[in-house]
């Protein structure tokens, strides 16, 4: 008897596809801040780029930033200036406001 090998076909995913509303990308960025990591949160920020955007080079094409700054900013080793992240976020749409903890 022989068997039979059925072939498995994958395709990849994109996580910005998941990310299609304005309140998905909140809770998605949300999340990613809460866990304080600076790679997490670098590749949530380009994955809702992506989402809001279409990628590092239509963002590039809106912004004072040069590509390869925003490809640096939003990698996982990424330590972006605070002008750049400001930038990223005002040309993304992300707004921000802070809240202190109380003592």
């Known amino acids: ?11 990849s995913l994109d996580p910005a596809s998941l990310c ?5 990308q909140e809770n998605f960025l949300n999340a990613a ?3 304080g990591n ?3 949160i670098a590749n ?3 994955i809702i ?24 900013a939003l990698s996982k080793d990424g330590n972006p ?4 992240l400001l930038s990223l976020f005002r040309d993304i749409g ?4 802070f809240s202190l903890r109380k003592s």
Do not use: C, F, Q
């Open 94 to 97: 992300i707004e921000t406001s």
């Open 81 to 84: 200036r605070l002008k750049s």
């Open 20 to 24: 299609r509303t304005d309140e998905e």
């Open 49 to 72: 780029a992506r989402a809001r955007k279409g990628g590092v080079n239509e963002l590039a094409k809106e912004t004072d930033l040069a590509r390869s700054t925003i490809y640096k």
């Open 1 to 11: 008897m022989r068997k039979m090998h059925s072939e498995v076909k994958t395709t």
């Open 33 to 35: 801040w809460e866990t």
């Open 44 to 46: 949530a920020l380009s």
């Open 38 to 40: 600076p790679s997490v």
